[in-house]
């Protein structure tokens, strides 16, 4: 059976997202230092690299569900941005999310190299996206915008809404995500957390991008008061490489218990 998306709903029409808000951490101070005109040239490059470069053809996908259906299509992601805050968003599609996640994890290295620290959050649910009238409305980007400001470091953490999801390697790259992490939530906010994060620092070590990544952050480091976001960012980085095979470790862990059920 194939199933293929040959419609699309219009923007103002209420429709299911994913959802990645940033904020770039040290904006007043990259503002002043930098200009309006150069700051928005920044933007546009970033944009450009990330987002358009990557997906100006679609990112097309030709696969198979766990129902054993046949998907055919084209992930479109949809962007905007306004003052200290850029906002990346898909129709959520299990099959596409993905590529999508991937695509978050290179534009925090992107924003990183090209001069922007970013704080982010990624949700899913029912709202309204509507770029040509400026509208954007929904519980996923309340969630967002709360999540991204509960946590200290350059990063991105999964919201409550995945909560109700079983996350498993049909959905996501395992490789893109680390579990059970906590370190980078402010007191008080524990609650906010889904205890999944976005892996970027595995890309960033595939991509042979370390060093330059830990020069721009020590870099950034000094330029800001808020040390602690790039001390836990340094551990993450560190946390991120240890950890790496978590996955490996977990499947095997499921595979013992299968076979002590079975001996049973």
């Not at 470091?153 to 906590?182: C, K, P, R, V």
């Not at 980078?184 to 609650?191: C, H, L, N, T, W």
Request: glycine share 6%; net charge neutral; proline share 2%.
């Amino acid at each position: 059976m194939t199933a293929q998306e040959n419609h699309k709903l219009p923007e103002s029409a209420l429709q299911h997202y994913a959802i990645a808000l940033f904020d770039v951490l040290g904006f007043a101070s990259i503002l002043q230092n930098l200009g309006t005109e150069k700051l928005y040239s920044i933007y546009d490059e970033l944009i450009n690299k990330a987002i358009i470069e990557k997906t100006k053809d679609g990112i097309k996908f030709l696969g198979a569900t766990r129902e054993g259906m046949f998907v055919v299509g084209t992930l479109e992601i949809r962007y905007v941005y306004f003052s200290d805050t850029i906002i990346l968003w898909t129709p959520y599609k299990e099959v596409f999310f993905p590529f999508f996640v991937s695509i978050c994890s290179e534009f925090m290295i992107d924003a990183i190299i090209i001069g922007l620290p970013l704080r982010g959050a990624m949700t899913i649910g029912d709202a309204i996206m509507d770029r040509k009238k400026g509208i954007y409305l929904g519980k996923p980007l309340i969630e967002a915008a709360r999540l991204e400001k509960a946590q200290n470091w350059i990063g991105l953490t999964f919201g409550t809404s995945f909560g109700t999801m079983s996350i498993h390697e049909a959905m996501i790259n395992f490789t893109d995500i680390q579990l059970n992490y906590i370190s980078q939530m402010k007191v008080g906010f524990e609650s906010l957390n889904s205890r999944i994060v976005l892996d970027w620092p595995y890309k960033m070590r595939e991509q042979n991008r370390t060093q330059i990544i830990k020069e721009r952050l020590t870099a950034f480091m000094t330029l800001t008061d808020k040390k602690i976001y790039y001390q836990n960012t340094f551990e993450f980085l560190d946390h991120s490489e240890k950890n790496q095979n978590w996955h490996v470790e977990m499947k095997r862990q499921a595979r013992e218990r299968h076979k002590q059920t079975q001996g049973e």
